[in-house]
């Protein structure tokens, strides 16, 4: 089953039971490309899925390839840890990335997951059976959580279950927060909890309610219980739409913001933001890349009641975080170092072809351009051969010298598209034009 046809994803527990700081686009991705490989798991260790179905499921642009590379690579940096609450009754610890390598290459990507956890993921004893229809229609990355991990108890023959008690601490850990966030338990409860089982409520057929526990004088310890409900049409004002808004649109919406505001910001991009506080041209990839950055921020921001807000603030008038922009420059740098060593390997096979090609139709060159060898070391290997031919067809390093010379002195305007359009895409992707 392609991934198109496939609706439905069997996620381990380990890989529902998730302590990192995720956003709702990442972790649908990774929903996504695990039931892409589902039917591999047992056979083989790297799965494929063309970038346009990916985005497509993702409901994203395709053509911004970019960000789909820093979302697997923030993949790569998310560790999973086994048992988080201690659904097994073995006791057993592990911890893996959640994606162990990813490549993208001519419209495919390529990807791996950690031999520890792949064991895992097909087929395992404790398991979730997730609607990959519904976790698109999540607009917070907290619902999304909170269903996975509600439904990880879910009992199918009883249509209902509960999950054990959880300690504010753990649950924190599961949503992506840190220990400190929210320390007040009334904003915790008001800006996240109430929130993401309000949604979970309005646009499933499940209904969710939370039970408290106190210790003492502080409430310690949450329980969730979910229950099947009759099937409800999904109504256009319950859940707008979301697939033919452009990828700026669909990020904000995904983060909580409202529809008819996400589209002014994608209608208006840079016009948008303060005029005073623009950053200097080419500071960003694209008006999408600035949106993604302050989407991430509100994330990580301490205190914040109204996190719609906030991110709209946070557009507008252009807010820093250091950190959060040194991880993202050190991201993108990464990106950058991929594409070009992938450009350059390109680039040389294409290179070296045409330049067998020359050689075959006039082997003289071969000659003309070992006549131009200046290394003493390259000349002596040389003559241990009969022909400066003999020399080039063994390879190594005089082969490559002999290259290097018909590249740059006879073989110039044979190369001249490869290299201008090799130089063009160097430039682009350093950043140097537009």
Excluded at 72 to 93: A, F, I, M, S
Excluded at 243 to 257: C, T
Excluded at 316 to 345: G, S
Aim: aromatic residues 8%; negative net charge.
């Amino acid at each position: 089953m392609n991934l198109a046809e496939r609706n439905e994803l069997i996620k381990a527990s380990p890989a529902i039971q998730v302590q990192s700081k995720m956003t709702l686009l990442q972790r649908r991705a990774w929903n996504v490309l695990l039931a892409n490989a589902y039917d591999e798991l047992p056979n083989t260790d790297i799965y494929r899925v063309s970038v346009a179905e990916l985005a497509a499921k993702l409901g994203f642009n395709s053509k911004n390839e970019n960000y789909l590379k820093e979302i697997l690579e923030t993949l790569v940096d998310c560790k999973v840890k086994w048992n988080v609450l201690g659904k097994e009754k073995e006791e057993e610890w592990g911890v893996a990335v959640l994606l162990a390598s990813a490549d993208i290459k001519n419209g495919i990507c390529t990807y791996g997951f950690a031999p520890h956890l792949r064991l895992k993921l097909h087929n395992p004893r404790i398991y979730a059976k997730l609607n990959l229809r519904l976790q698109n229609r999540f607009k917070s990355q907290y619902a999304l959580v909170l269903w996975e991990v509600c439904f990880d108890y879910f009992d199918a023959d009883r249509d209902q279950g509960e999950t054990p008690f959880i300690s504010i601490e753990t649950f924190k850990k599961l949503m992506g927060l840190g220990k400190n966030d929210y320390p007040i338990f009334s904003e915790f409860n008001r800006s996240v909890i109430k929130p993401a089982v309000k949604e979970i409520n309005e646009l499933t057929n499940y209904h969710v309610e939370v039970e408290q526990k106190r210790i003492g004088r502080s409430i310690a310890e949450l329980k969730f219980r979910i229950k099947r409900v009759k099937q409800i049409p999904l109504q256009e004002s319950v859940f707008p739409d979301i697939a033919n808004l452009p990828p700026v649109a669909i990020e904000l919406v995904q983060a909580e913001i409202d529809r008819k505001m996400a589209q002014q910001i994608a209608d208006a991009e840079w016009d948008f933001v303060n005029p005073q506080k623009l950053s200097p041209p080419g500071t960003y990839a694209d008006f999408l890349a600035y949106i993604a950055e302050k989407i991430e921020m509100s994330l990580f921001a301490v205190g914040v009641k109204n996190r719609a807000g906030y991110i709209i603030e946070a557009i507008r008038e252009n807010y820093q975080d250091p950190e959060i922009q040194k991880q993202r420059e050190v991201r993108a740098e990464k990106v950058r170092e991929k594409e070009l060593e992938d450009l350059t390997a390109e680039f040389r096979i294409k290179r070296d072809s045409l330049l067998r090609q020359a050689v075959h139709a006039d082997p003289e060159l071969v000659e003309q351009a070992a006549e131009k060898i200046t290394s003493y070391i390259l000349r002596e290997r040389l003559l241990e051969h009969d022909t400066a031919m003999a020399a080039y067809q063994k390879g190594g390093m005089v082969k490559a010298e002999i290259d290097g010379i018909l590249a740059a002195e006879f073989c110039q305007e044979l190369l001249a598209p490869v290299v201008s359009a090799y130089e063009e895409e160097k430039a682009r992707i350093l950043g140097q034009v537009a």
